[in-house]
């Protein structure tokens, strides 16, 4: 077994096996690639190949859909291994599994799984999600994309943007409105074919970190939909697109996790070959060991809570809001130790740094992690269930 330095909670030895598997995998097929696809962002079709034929593109689903038939804290785990080595391809990953495979797999009708989720699951095609506009971020009651009624489905009329893989994708599941005066209640979801009239794909997008993972804008221009291609219920879209980002968050915090390894990682390595003492070593190592540790509790906390079916959007977001800032402040830290070379492309670090950042805004900024935290708590307390003794009247 892969010997990999992690520290975590206790966990079956079926999951260490199967961390042990992805992370073999990740080192032979993705880590010598990592460096060279980043600095050309190049999007690695060989690897997704790859990713497809060990099934770890539909890690959380059934088999008979395709799927390897593992859970949730399988697929964070996969999600942590893989990002440990490339956060782009980390995120690939995420973004397919959690946000273009799940709401189909969780909302969809049996025909709709049975064409859609089969492919995706085991990776003949890749999935994306289209939820950001140019106006409507954190905010979905912006949505300005609308669909029209028409007898036999729906027209598609707007812009997203900031949407992973979809230049590469085979069907994206996209909001729009019904009626933009209902705000996030007139939200309904398609699931959108790439090969329909009226959609194309618009500028590429150049960002800060994640070069090698694909984001593009969306345009649909009169994109008809068919009616058996409507996602749930007319008018469900909000529920659907909040159900997708809290299990999508549990990855994303994988995603992170493994950056923050990643960098301790390159760390501990360029001490084996400069060994230092001093009180600030072992401070910066301890402080993103301890910080890194219960990132990867909260993570695999979350991810065990929604196998487990509990509600998950406080958790997911504690575990999300967590690890990508560990991310971005490990990186930080792995600089201060490693000095001067860690700016430069020779070290991961630099990579890292980067990509952490991006991990902080995607799938919910912290500062709204934060506000569903709060709301979580304030709503439990008013309900009673997390009240502490303190507050219990005495006789
Ligand atoms: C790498 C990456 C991949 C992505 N992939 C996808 C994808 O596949 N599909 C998709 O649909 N989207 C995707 N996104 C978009 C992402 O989900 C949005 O960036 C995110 O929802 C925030 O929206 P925004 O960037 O427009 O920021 P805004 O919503 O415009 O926010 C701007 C600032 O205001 C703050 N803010 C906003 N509202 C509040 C509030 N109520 N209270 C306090 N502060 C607030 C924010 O925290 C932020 O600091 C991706 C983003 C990244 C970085």
């Known amino acids: 077994m892969l010997n990999l330095q992690i520290d975590g909670p206790r966990i079956d030895a079926r999951y260490e096996s199967f961390r042990s ?3 073999s995998f990740a080192r032979k097929e993705i880590l010598p690639y990592a ?3 980043y600095q050309k962002e190049i999007f690695p079709f060989d690897i997704v190949k790859k990713l497809a034929e060990n ?7 059934p088999k008979e859909l395709g799927g390897l038939g593992l859970d949730y804290l399988s697929y964070a785990i996969a999600a942590e291994e893989i990002s440990r080595v490339c956060a782009s391809t980390g995120l690939t990953v995420c973004a397919h599994t959690s946000l273009g495979t799940y709401p189909i797999y969780r909302f969809g009708t049996e025909a709709q799984k049975k064409k859609y989720v089969t492919q995706l699951a085991s990776g003949k095609i890749l999935g994306a999600f289209g939820l950001t506009e140019p106006n409507a971020g954190s905010d979905a009651a912006a949505t300005e994309t609308t669909a029209k009624k028409t007898s036999d489905g729906y027209i598609l009329n707007g812009t997203k943007r900031f949407i992973t893989s979809a230049e590469y994708a085979g069907t994206v599941v996209v909001a729009a409105t019904l009626d933009k005066s209902l705000g996030v209640k007139g939200i309904t979801c398609f699931i959108v074919e790439t090969g329909y009239k009226g959609y194309s794909i618009g500028q590429r997008e150049h960002k800060l970190g994640l070069l090698a993972s694909n984001t593009v804008e969306l345009i649909f221009e009169d994109c008809f939909v068919p009616k058996e ?3 749930g219920q007319e008018y469900d879209g909000y529920k659907i697109f909040m159900e997708t980002l809290d299990g999508g968050r549990i990855s994303i915090g994988g995603h992170a996790l493994g950056i923050a390894q990643g960098t301790l990682d390159v760390g501990l390595e360029w001490l084996s070959k ?11 190592i301890a402080d993103v060991t301890t910080h890194i540790y219960a990132a990867r509790l909260m993570v695999y906390d979350a991810a065990m809570k929604k196998d487990a079916g509990v509600r998950v959007d406080q958790e997911a977001a504690m575990a999300k809001l967590y690890a990508s800032e560990v991310g971005t402040w490990a990186a930080g830290e792995m600089m201060r130790l490693i000095g001067l070379a860690s700016l430069t492309k020779d070290y991961a670090v630099e990579r890292f740094y980067r990509d952490a950042k991006l991990s902080e805004i995607g799938e919910g900024t912290s500062e709204v992690m934060r506000l569903i935290i709060a709301r979580e708590m304030i709503r439990k307390f008013q309900a009673g269930t997390d009240k502490p003794d303190i507050f219990q009247k005495t006789k």
Request: charged share 10%; no cysteine; glycine share 8%.
């Open 274 to 284: 400069h060994p230092v003492k001093s009180q600030q070593v072992s401070k910066i």
């Open 35 to 37: 460096s060279e696809i």
């Open 21 to 23: 598997q992805v992370a």
């Open 55 to 61: 099934g770890y593109l539909g890690i959380p689903y």
């Open 229 to 231: 291609n409507i996602l």
